[in-house]
């Protein structure tokens, strides 16, 4: 009895528990639910309540006449105003002349329920924040037609929870002080809509050379669908970007029956045919420069939209007096060679060896017709690499008055040689680059090391691939322009490398600055004698050597370069205060016909300095004297050999000139290089015996094969 009575008692208070906890379960769920809705309540009070203050807000006066006055401008370090983005683009359309189907378009993209808010979409606003939130990053936005009208007119682009109440506050005000169609219409002639067009009708003349009511629906759907990311679906910056994002505009106005199944088939289906160009590329007056300065400020941190809207003043660092002489040169001395086809180019960079102000910079001859920049393009450099073998040898302990022997070579199957197959016999170093002999120069990299050529390169700046091969002493292998020049800013600057850079200051339309370039990054890279005499020996390249086309009445140096074919021409040279890189060839890496480093690109590089350099004087480098000593070829010294095969010309600059100076004005370059073009080419005669140079030790003797047998190409120092 007493056993059942336990019993009883357990199954009791068994009982108790669960009922106690099944209590406390409720009780749990119920709080949360009651606290769910406490802030859904909260939220929705919040909302009402915001609504209610939107509401009560006041007109904003005089919005039917406003005119935003939101212009950036980029300006040369001398004042000159070099870009505008809103002054030659902006075209206003009244709104019953924009065609129904862009309004269609425009709404079904970007608000599909423009005609039934008030400036703003709550309930929207929480849909796309909810989303976001799952996602863990921003995939949809929620901003109305007016909100993006209220940040174009009054606000910045910032993205930050402050700046969209305000657009909230802005876009409420909007509503209740224009109409409906005001606000499109506003919203329309306004809106960044890439390539430096603002407005639909802007839009329409510089993507199709059209007036708005010309345009075919899919053109108009393709403008429609710009505002949301202006330069990724630029039809001129990516072609399939720009179809899907417009076939996703039509998608949006079938679902919404703005259009029929028929029509957005067609439309789907049409191809894109665009203007030429942007009419605008016309009036900017350095261009690629230009270009340069958006990446720069891309950077920094600035988008598309921040720039062109945000209504700054970029001073750059660009000398505008130097930029029109490159202009100028670049036409001038292509038009006087016969150079004037679509595709043969030229590039130019210059920039201060001390600081790295980039002064004048132009990708090519026109940029209405091509927008390419050949100055980040890489091209082989021909001998205009050779001042890095000659860098190596002199940071080795090799003098520019050691001799060399100027004498056929081989190594393994390569045998390099010199122009017109002419040798000189012992020369001292400093001779070997002045008449830029291929055979020393592979002495030297034979002498000194692959790798320790390569080396010199890399520390200098140049970043592109270069092969461990004994090519690369005559510039076989790709460089930019912009490396090269820059590495050669090392040799002007004590040996120290400079980061070149364009912007120097960047205000707000208030005048407030927002960005001011910091010190130059600077560090030494050779040492100051070595950069003594690479400077003494590239000043015997324009006074008596293959650059002496560049002659600009000053201390100056430099190095010519010319590739297999004549496919490739330039000029590096520079004074103590300016560096100038200049490239000639053709886009489509065809021959140019007995075009070198000496002629035109010369010619070019002496018109942009001696304005480029105006500004300093006759100032001479500050560097510990290099004496070089007095050298004359004994007579008879040259040698010819000729081969079975017809001749290849490795290296076309290598003209003797020692006993033939080369013409060093503009007249006489041109009817020396119609000569050339008239020439024959010349009978291949019986070949010679193959002359095999003794080895000798490199100071005060000849720089030669350190061994009787061959040593193939691309085989590590060590393993010689």
């Not at 720089?703 to 061959?710: C, E, G, H, Q």
Request: charged content about 20%; some cysteine; aromatic content about 10%.
């Amino acid at each position: 009895m007493v056993r059942i009575r336990r019993t009883e008692r357990e199954a009791s208070a068994k009982s108790l528990a669960k009922r106690n906890l099944a209590r406390r379960k409720n009780a749990f769920w119920n709080n949360l639910r009651n606290l769910i809705i406490f802030l859904i309540a909260c939220v929705l009070a919040g909302l009402v309540a915001f609504k209610v203050y939107l509401s009560s807000l006041p007109p904003i006066k005089n919005l039917d006449g406003f005119k935003p006055n939101i212009v950036t401008q980029f300006y040369s370090a001398d004042g000159e105003i070099i870009k505008t983005f809103t002054a030659y683009t902006y075209r206003k359309i009244d709104i019953q002349d924009v065609p129904e189907d862009f309004i269609h378009a425009l709404i079904a993209t970007e608000d599909k329920n423009f005609y039934k808010h008030e400036g703003y979409d709550l309930t929207g606003l929480v849909r796309s924040t909810i989303q976001n939130i799952i996602a863990g990053r921003v995939v949809q936005g929620a901003s109305t037609i007016t909100q993006q009208l209220a940040r174009i007119l009054f606000l910045s682009n910032e993205r930050t929870f402050d700046r969209k109440i305000r657009e909230l506050v802005v876009a409420a005000r909007i509503e209740k002080s224009i109409s409906k169609d005001k606000i499109l219409e506003m919203y329309v002639n306004n809106v960044y809509l890439g390539s430096g067009a603002y407005g639909v009708e802007a839009a329409a003349q510089t993507y199709f050379n059209k007036h708005l009511s010309q345009l075919s629906l899919p053109e108009l759907a393709l403008i429609a669908g710009l505002p949301q990311a202006p330069s990724v679906y630029s039809p001129f910056n990516n072609m399939d970007l720009a179809i899907q994002r417009r076939n996703q505009v039509l998608t949006r106005m079938y679902k919404t029956r703005y259009i029929t199944k028929e029509q957005y088939e067609n439309a789907k289906a049409a191809k894109v045919k665009l203007t030429g160009v942007p009419r605008f590329y016309t009036t900017n007056k350095a261009p690629y420069f230009c270009d340069y300065v958006l990446k720069e400020l891309e950077k920094l941190g600035f988008d598309e939209t921040d720039i062109s809207q945000g209504g700054y003043k970029v001073t750059t660092t660009l000398d505008y007096k130097t930029q029109d002489a490159v202009n100028n040169a670049i036409l001038k001395n292509l038009r006087n060679y016969g150079l004037t086809k679509p595709n043969q180019q030229a590039a130019v960079f210059t920039f201060s060896p001390i600081d790295g102000r980039i002064l004048a910079y132009a990708g090519g001859k026109d940029y209405t017709y091509s927008q390419f920049d050949r100055v980040q393009a890489i091209r082989p450099s021909g001998s205009a690499f050779k001042p890095f073998v000659y860098t190596a040898a002199m940071e080795k302990g090799i003098t520019p008055n050691d001799m060399i022997e100027d004498a056929p070579i081989k190594i393994g199957d390569w045998a390099p040689r010199n122009y017109a197959s002419k040798y000189r016999g012992k020369i001292p170093v400093y001779s070997a680059l002045m008449v830029s002999s291929n055979v020393c120069a592979v002495r030297l990299i034979q002498e000194v090391g692959i790798r320790a050529v390569i080396q010199v390169a890399r520390t200098l700046g140049i970043s592109t691939p270069l092969e461990y091969d004994y090519t690369i002493a005559l510039g076989s292998n790709g460089v930019k322009l912009f490396e090269l020049t820059r590495a050669y800013g090392a040799f002007a600057n004590g040996g120290y490398v400079v980061q070149p850079y364009a912007i120097e200051k960047i205000e707000t339309s208030h005048g407030k600055v927002v960005y001011r370039a910091p010190k130059t990054r600077i560090s030494r890279q050779i040492s100051l004698k070595t950069a003594a005499e690479m400077t003494a020996m590239m000043k015997t390249v324009i006074e008596r050597g293959t650059g002496a086309a560049a002659k600009i009445g000053k201390p100056a140096a430099g190095k010519t370069g010319t590739t297999d074919d004549y496919k490739d021409a330039s000029f590096v040279g520079y004074t103590p205060n300016v560096v100038t890189g200049v490239w000639v060839g053709n886009d489509d890496n065809s021959d140019m016909r007995s075009i070198q480093g000496g002629t035109v690109p010369a010619l070019i590089w002496r018109d942009v300095m001696k304005v480029a350099t105006e500004p300093y004087g006759n100032t001479d480098f500050n560097y510990p004297e290099i004496e070089l000593k007095g050298f004359q070829l004994k007579p008879g010294s040259i040698k010819v050999y000729k081969e079975e095969e017809k001749e290849q010309e490795e290296n076309p600059e290598q003209q003797n000139v020692t006993e033939t100076p080369p013409a060093t004005t503009p007249a006489e370059a041109v009817e020396n290089f119609k000569k050339k073009n008239s020439v024959q080419a010349p009978v291949p005669v019986a070949a010679p015996q193959p002359v095999t140079p003794a080895p000798a030790p490199v100071h005060q003797q000849p720089v030669s094969t350190p061994a009787p047998t061959p040593i193939p190409m691309a085989v590590p120092e060590g393993m010689n």
